[in-house]
């Protein structure tokens, strides 16, 4: 989510910084990678008008530059973030996904470099940052080698907070990339991660914090919030690679990855880019199981509103009708590898390039991945309970 | 110089961050936008062996990528640091500059596409950051248009810190840049912008520091000072744009840019990656006037052995020996636009690439832009006086 912050779109800022994630501890022996709390953050610095700006560049999460070289584009986006999962490998390659992912919403599957952007916190003791640093960086070049790039550079500083992220290029062909902008009455919403990954990572900040804990003990066990930590971990960690593929397989019309904005505001933001009249109506919420019940105990986040900021999220992408319940059933095919899902969650109308969600959107609560359905059994009224993948 | 510290070379971290740069205050009444003081910070956290790294990347100011699509290349380049200078709008124009910079170290005049990368501070209040960041942002336009690029996207967080940097990517034909690897015995060594900016930034800090100032008190007036200041500022966010394009004309061998390590660092970092068996001897030092005084009378820098880092520097270049009087005499056309100038500051021997400074080099003290050359009478033995253009 690179440009709609730098071009006049949207302004989202480090979603990972806004929901209160201090005090993250290492779970291997050595004491914080994060340990400042940044606010809330929706930043539009970079929003003023431009007459320099290409229009190709704006709303989209990844700029298109046409270049001089017959026909073909340059593509890309650049990310970063604060440390959200107490893991640094697993951050490495939760932060390498999330700069991918703004290809992959259009539908491309290649990058041709990648550089990886990293901060060291002043406040760690060398020895901590000879230990959390490695691992970063090995988390980020391993998805990266998923994602069938490599990291060639980057920039390394000293501040206060850890920082990582990335920018990702690729030079394309026009058949190679989809334009968000393609929507037509009668097009299905499929989302491919379940929402609530910031919930869940909140939640586990709280077991260890009693005043936030007792808000929201009534309804979710301790262990249930593990589950719902890894799952939410794994989760952000996937590459979106597998549905950019699919994409061109079923004729996607459009695409955007869901990030800091939430659901609502991604689906708003699509919208907005369609060259025709058209609407994006959500009806279905899949959520990671009870982080639909702690939004609604903790009164934060807004879930069940779409607005919950979510990391490294799933791609929503519009297809046509016949096409959606085929690419929910082809993703799930063991020969792209485990944890792959996709739900159909919306339909596309005639209207004014506005989204929204109905007034009572059926939950499904995505069950994390290693439980059973009897193991958590969902307690929101709406709710309906699939196993994750 | 994002890439020698990505790729093993040499692990350079924010320049700007290494000297004591705390507790900047603008001129425009409002406090502070960099309230903190980074620490040194010579990084090699992505030193780590790699086998996916393409050996064009190592050690250069750019990475190279090969391309899929006939012969074309991906170069690209990213750097972000803190500000180091209390004018924004002039930091904004530094941080651009210095981004594209090494893409002008490869001989590279063009750039297909720029993003920013930006932070606020979290102590700045509301109104600081609604009058800093703005200008920060056109301060980097700015420079963009004049590197006849655009900024189409970038990403913003909160941070305690003010980061300021941005990603330069190009898509080049081989004759559009010059692999920095081709020097011979009997070529000429030249520098485009004077050394010297991180001391002149220092030293106006220490304006407001009685027990630093009284350090260098003895050998430079608060004036002169303050001169050289805005001469660092001024050099600093000079594109060496120029450069890069007479590169082409007089058929440079190898060049690359002076930053974080200071002229013999980057020097020996360029001398390495050479494929004849040569070695680098600097026998020139041109230095913003009174700097070399500063230097010596502060106990820090290591101005006059080359190792003081620098922010934006100039372009050391290699040039045919028959070539180099003609390009430091075309660079200062009236044709470029003001304030460009190079020096002949070395030359290429045998030897085993290594660089070295010789044990009493000429210092050439550049007056600042509009000072005559009886205002500054050089006070260093070996010192010669050249106005500033």
């Known amino acids: 989510m690179a440009d709609p912050a730098a071009t ?6 480090a979603a990972a910084g ?3 994630l201090a005090g993250l501890s290492l779970g291997h022996g050595f004491s914080s990678y994060r340990p400042f709390e940044p606010q809330e953050a ?7 008008p431009s007459p320099s ?8 999460d990844s700029c298109v530059i046409p270049l001089r070289h017959g026909g073909l584009s340059l593509v890309q986006t650049t990310d970063f973030f604060y440390p959200l999962v107490d893991d640094p490998y697993m951050m490495g390659r939760i932060a390498c996904a999330n700069v991918l992912s703004d290809l992959y919403a259009m539908g491309i599957t290649e ?11 002043q406040s760690m003791t060398e020895e901590e940052r000879e230990k959390v640093t490695p691992l970063l960086v090995r988390g980020f070049r391993d998805a990266a080698e998923d994602g069938g790039t490599a990291v060639t550079g980057g920039q390394t500083v000293v501040n206060p907070w850890v920082i990582v992220g990335g920018v990702a290029t690729v030079v394309c062909q026009p058949n190679e990339f989809i334009m968000p902008d393609s929507a037509v009455v009668g097009d299905v919403l499929v989302l491919t991660k379940p929402l609530g990954t910031q919930v869940a990572v909140n939640a586990h900040q709280w077991l260890d914090n009693p005043e936030k804990w007792n808000k929201i003990k009534m309804v979710v066990s301790r262990e249930e919030v593990e589950l719902a930590y890894r799952e939410a971990m794994f989760n952000m960690a996937t590459l979106n690679r597998t ?10 019309h459009a695409a955007t990855d869901i990030t800091g904005f939430g659901i609502l505001g991604h689906a708003q933001n699509l919208a907005k880019q369609q060259r025709n009249e058209v609407s994006f109506v959500i009806h279905n919420l899949p959520i990671i199981a009870k982080m639909a019940a702690i939004s609604k105990a903790s009164g934060r986040f807004g879930l069940l509103q779409g607005t919950s900021a979510e ?11 016949e096409q959606a319940a085929r690419f929910c059933s082809e993703i799930k095919s063991s020969k792209y590898g485990e944890g792959h899902q996709a739900w159909i969650v919306g339909i596309v109308e005639k209207g004014n390039r ?4 109905i007034d009572k959107p059926r939950v499904i609560e995505v069950l994390p991945r290693g439980t059973t359905a009897t193991a958590l059994p969902p307690d929101h009224p709406n709710a309906s309970s699939e196993p994750s993948s």
């Open 111 to 121: 990058c041709d470099n990648m550089l990886m952007l990293l901060s060291v916190s």
């Open 311 to 321: 990391t490294s999220g799933g791609l929503l992408i519009c297809l046509p009708r």
């Open 354 to 357: 506005m989204a929204r969600i």
């Open 8 to 13: 006049g779109a949207g302004g989202e800022a």
């Open 53 to 60: 700006l290409p229009a190709l560049g704006i709303g989209m």
């Open 42 to 48: 929706g930043l539009q610095v970079l929003a003023e």
């Open 243 to 252: 549905a950019a593929g699919l994409m061109h397989t079923f004729n996607a």
């Open 18 to 20: 806004s929901a209160g």
